[in-house]
């Protein structure tokens, strides 16, 4: 079964760090590209950082660019998404994401994880 | 970076088509046909209903179908039905080389 499963979520102060991880399993990890997008209570879906399926492009947002970075490890089939400087507008439910086919559609989702930026 | 603008809500009763719009600019729906919909329920991750501005992942109803013209995609469901309320949102891959949401549609089947 092709499955994204989240983990790392929590509560954190402005000005903290935070890693998410997402483990894939039931597909070639290291032949997609993968993305994490989020979604703050109640509002739309935010597309938040993308890295080729080699590991070595990554893309970001200007919302968090220089404060995020995002990486893979194809031996572990595992996404991270470091979040550093975190201010309040980081609050949102984190979910990692397979692009179908380069940055363009994400056909499978995680269950995502949540991410509270508190003082 | 500008979001796509979306209606906030559209309505329709069973049996009916609605339409949803999303509208971009020339930097990103008006050059690239990597548009793309997706559906969401409360308390659900998206689904990808739409990929490439009119291609079905294997799965998705026919009732569901993509277009675009100029810088405005389109997402028409046909034969609505009571699981098909949820919220829709639309995103384009731009010339900045990142991807852009919509700001989302809720779909009310009265």
């Known amino acids: 079964e092709v499955q994204l499963v989240e983990s790392g979520g929590g509560l954190v102060q402005p000005g903290g760090s935070l890693r998410l991880s997402c483990a894939a399993s039931?597909?070639?990890?290291?032949?997609?590209?993968m993305s994490w997008v989020r979604q703050a209570p109640g509002k739309g879906l935010e597309w938040v950082s993308g890295?080729?399926?080699?590991?070595?492009?990554?893309y970001y947002p200007d919302s968090v660019k220089g404060r995020f970075t995002i990486s893979r490890d194809n031996s572990k089939n595992t996404l991270y998404l470091q979040m550093n400087s975190m201010i309040a507008e980081d609050t949102a439910v984190y979910y990692c994401?397979?692009?179908?086919?380069?940055?363009?559609?994400?056909?499978?989702w995680g269950l995502g994880t949540m991410v509270t930026v508190f003082s | 970076q500008s979001a796509l603008t979306q209606p906030a809500s559209v309505s329709g009763s069973p049996g009916q088509s609605i339409t949803i719009s999303c509208t971009g600019t020339?930097?990103?729906?008006?050059?690239?046909?990597?548009v793309s919909w997706y559906q969401q329920h409360p308390g659900k991750a998206p689904k990808l209903m739409i990929y490439?501005?009119?291609n079905r992942p294997s799965g998705v109803s026919n009732r569901f179908s993509g277009s675009k013209s100029g810088n405005t995609a389109s997402l028409t469901i046909s034969g609505l039905q009571a699981e098909d309320e949820a919220d829709y949102y639309c995103?384009?891959?731009?010339?900045?080389?990142?991807?852009?949401f919509g700001g989302g549609t809720k779909l009310t089947v009265l």
């Open positions: 490439d501005v009119t």
């Open positions: 020339s930097s990103d729906i008006g050059t690239y046909n990597f």
């Open positions: 995103t384009s891959y731009t010339r900045s080389t990142t991807l852009v």
């Open positions: 890295v080729s399926n080699s590991g070595g492009k990554t």
């Open positions: 994401a397979k692009d179908r086919d380069g940055l363009n559609a994400f056909d499978i």
């Open positions: 039931g597909f070639t990890f290291s032949r997609f590209a």
